[in-house]
C-alpha cells in the first residue's frame, strides 16, 4: 500500500539492486524505522517542486554523509498519510564517510541516527538506523503491511490535539455492522473495486485483518493488514464500511463489490487524515531473499 500520490494504499516503491557484502571499500545496507506527521508532506515520494518526505530525508542523509544517498521504502503513502512505522534501506559505503565508526569498518549506525534527529524537521524522524543483511529489501522483502484508520463519530470524541491524525464523521457508526461487513472481504480476492488501477499492476491482495475497535475515550479505529495494498486501498475499504455503518448501505453490500473487478464510483475514499501507517513485518535474515524473490514474481504478474 502502503502510499502512492493523491491515495491511502501502500505502493512499495522502486526496485533496486542488492547491496554488496559489508567489506572495506564495498556497500553496507542500513535499514531505517522512520516516523512522520503527514500533514503538511504531499507524501512520501519526491515530487518535483513539493515538500514529501523522501526529500526531506534524502537531504538530511546528503547533508550528514556528505554525498547523495537513495532510499527505497516499505511503502509509499500518500498526502496527509501519517506513518509511526515506516521502514526504509538505503546503501552506505563502508568507508570514507565523514562518520568515523568505532570499528573502522562499517557505517556507524548509532551516530548516524543521532545527527539525522538533530537535522530533520519537528514532523518527521528516525527512530533508529542498523546494518542489515544484503538481502534486505524495505519493498520487496516485507511479509505484511499495518495500517490503522482513526474516526470519531461522538463530538467529544475527538479534541484538538487529534484533529491531525482522526477523521470526523457527522453520524453515529455502528462498529459491529462494521465488523459484519468486513468479515467476507478477508483472504485473497481482486480489490480493484476499492482500488485505483496503475498500468500493469496487479490488484490482487491478501488482506489478513480487517478489525474495528471502539476504545475507552469512545474513538473508532480500523486495524488493517495485508501482504501489500494497491492504491487507495485502504481508505476505500475504510470508506465502504463507514458507508454500513452508519446505515446507508447494508453488511453485505462492500462484498458485492469485489465481483466487479473494477473501481466502483459508489466507494467513497475516507480522508486521508485518519490513516497511519504502523507498521512493517519482515522474514528471519536467512529467509529475505527468498522472500523479495516471491514478491518480484507476484508483483510482476
Given at each position: ?139 520487496f ?25 482522526t ?30 488501477r ?15 475497535r ?34 446507508r ?47 518480484r ?5
Amino acid at each position: 500500500m502502503l502510499e502512492p500520490v493523491n491515495g491511502s494504499s501502500v505502493d512499495t516503491g522502486n526496485a533496486d539492486e542488492p547491496a554488496a557484502p559489508i567489506v572495506d571499500g564495498g556497500l553496507v545496507r542500513v535499514r531505517l524505522d522512520i516516523g512522520y506527521d503527514g500533514t503538511d508532506f504531499s507524501g512520501w515520494a519526491r515530487q518535483p517542486g513539493r515538500r514529501t518526505v523522501q526529500q526531506v530525508l534524502e537531504a538530511a542523509l546528503e547533508t550528514v554523509l556528505r554525498q547523495r544517498v537513495a532510499l527505497t521504502v516499505a511503502g509509499r503513502t500518500d498526502a496527509g498519510v501519517h506513518a509511526t512505522g515506516q521502514v526504509a534501506h538505503a546503501d552506505l559505503p563502508s568507508t570514507g564517510l565523514m562518520l568515523e565508526p568505532a570499528s573502522g569498518s562499517s557505517v556507524d549506525t548509532a551516530e548516524l541516527g543521532h545527527r539525522l534527529r538533530r537535522l530533520l524537521p519537528p514532523d518527521v524522524t528516525v527512530y533508529g538506523v542498523r546494518a542489515v543483511p544484503a538481502a534486505f529489501d524495505a519493498r520487496f522483502a516485507a511479509l505484511r503491511r499495518h495500517y490503522e484508520y482513526r474516526v470519531a463519530d461522538r463530538p467529544l470524541a475527538s479534541g484538538p490535539l487529534r484533529r491531525r491524525d482522526t477523521a470526523s464523521w457527522h453520524r453515529p457508526l455502528d462498529e459491529r455492522l462494521m465488523a459484519q461487513a468486513a468479515a467476507p472481504l478477508l483472504g485473497e480476492h481482486d480489490f480493484a473495486a476499492f482500488c485505483r488501477r496503475r498500468q500493469g499492476a496487479t490488484t490482487v491482495r491478501e488482506l489478513q485483518r480487517l478489525d474495528w475497535r471502539r476504545d475507552p475515550d469512545g474513538m473508532l479505529a480500523c486495524l488493517v493488514s495485508a501482504d501489500a495494498f494497491c492504491h487507495n486501498m485502504v481508505r476505500g475499504l475504510v470508506g465502504a464500511l463507514i458507508a454500513v455503518g452508519d446505515g446507508r448501505c447494508p453488511p453485505a453490500w462492500p462484498a458485492t463489490l469485489l465481483a466487479a473487478r473494477q473501481r466502483s464510483s459508489k466507494v467513497t475514499v475516507a480522508p486521508a487524515h485518519g490513516l497511519t501507517l504502523v507498521g512493517v513485518d519482515y522474514p528471519p535474515d536467512e529467509e529475505l531473499a527468498a522472500r523479495a524473490t516471491v514478491t518480484r514474481a507476484v508483483r510482476g504478474s
